[in-house]
């Protein structure tokens, strides 16, 4: 496999559930990202790990817990999500460099009943 | 802080049209400028770049130039076919790396035969 993979591509989840997003890459890259996509709304950066390091993190309710045990995995832990939680949640990955794009994953749309 | 502002859509065009999605940022610094892609059920991919003003990404007969003196980054093509119809985002990075993007809204668009 190439690219930045995720999954699942669907999850449907009550409010009272744990789950967890998980999101692979295979291009060498040394840092990922969180994003969030919601109707009408501009991407939200979520989380951003570098060298595995959690560097920025822009006031993301505690229910979302990110985890990077190394470059090329990173998962977004779930629970207690509320409603307005529901949203399509992209990984991206880059190489730390100037001028350099970010890739996207698919994205795993969440749905929070 | 930074932001992106991207006309609304959606643009409905028929094929062959001319389209232009106009573009304009508030960013400190000199950002990279992006416009990305994302077609029904899929991550972003990027379009196209541009480093420093007065220059012009291209790709796939698409094109935006960097106008610095109007700070703006809209998207052109001179003639759209079916397969273009996508959401289009414009995004900035002001630290020259993909690391923190901030995106804009999105603009749908739809081409008919």
């Known amino acids: 496999e190439t690219g930045v993979t995720q999954t699942p591509r669907h999850l449907v989840m009550g409010m009272t559930n744990k789950k967890s997003l998980k999101c692979e890459q295979h291009?060498?890259?040394?840092?990922m990202y969180w994003y969030k996509q919601s109707a009408k709304k501009p991407l939200e950066l979520m989380f951003v790990?570098?060298?595995?390091?959690?560097?920025e993190n822009n006031s993301v309710p505690s229910r979302f817990s990110p985890e990077c045990p190394n470059s090329s995995h990173l998962f977004l832990h779930l629970h207690t999500l509320q409603p307005e939680d529901s949203a399509l949640y992209l990984c991206?990955?880059?190489?730390?460099?100037?001028?350099?794009?970010?890739?996207f994953g698919q994205g795993t749309r969440l749905t929070v009943v | 802080g930074n932001s992106v502002t991207q006309m609304e859509g959606p643009v409905t065009l028929s094929e062959e049209a001319f389209l232009t999605i106009n573009c304009t940022y508030t960013?400190?610094?000199?950002?990279?400028l992006f416009w990305y892609v994302q077609y029904p059920g899929e991550g972003l991919q990027l379009l196209l770049k541009?480093?420093?003003?007065?220059d012009k990404g291209s790709n796939k007969g698409f094109e935006a130039t960097y106008r610095k003196e109007t700070t703006s980054f809209h998207l052109e093509k001179g003639s759209v076919q079916v397969s273009d119809s996508a959401v289009y985002f414009c995004?900035?990075?002001?630290?020259?790396?993909?690391?923190?993007?901030?995106f804009g809204t999105g603009t749908r668009l739809q081409v008919t035969l």
């Open positions: 991206a990955s880059s190489q730390e460099r100037m001028n350099t794009e970010a890739f």
């Open positions: 291009l060498g890259h040394n840092a």
């Open positions: 790990y570098s060298l595995e390091e959690r560097v």
């Open positions: 960013a400190t610094g000199y950002p990279s």
């Open positions: 541009a480093t420093k003003a007065d």
């Open positions: 995004a900035l990075s002001d630290t020259g790396t993909a690391s923190k993007l901030t």
